[in-house]
């Protein structure tokens, strides 16, 4: 009778691990569609995220500051460090997906942008 409850105890064990480490590790793969291999996950949902949380971060400092609880110079330091942090997000991000695009302007714009960031890093607005 003990030999029975030993092994059942066994298997029990095995399988509630066997559950805990496909849930530990189910979110780092992606059902394919269509068909049934996993594949790792990108992470674009990572920076989307992460992007989400900046300007969410950049609302709160906003509402924080028509309350009256960050002074008018710390406002624009965590704006300005905050919009840079975003704009370089945006940069490195491949969000551009338009065949037909006017490379002269593109690579403007593009100089543009990375002016504005230099100069949001070393400190002028």
Known sequence: MEGQLTTIA???????????????????????????????????????SHKEALYSTLNE??????????????YKELTNKYETMIAKMMKDDDFVSIDNIDNKLLSEI????????????????
């Open 10 to 48: 066994m298997i029990a064990s095995a399988l509630l691990v066997l559950g805990c480490l496909y849930l530990t590790i189910s979110p780092f793969f992606v059902l394919d569609e269509g068909t049934f291999e996993l594949k790792f996950t990108k992470n674009k949902n990572k920076t989307q």
């Open 110 to 125: 593009e100089k543009e942008i990375q002016e504005e960031l230099d100069k949001r890093e070393k400190g002028g607005k």
């Open 61 to 74: 400092i906003e509402i924080e500051h028509k309350m009256g609880k960050i002074s008018d110079d710390d």
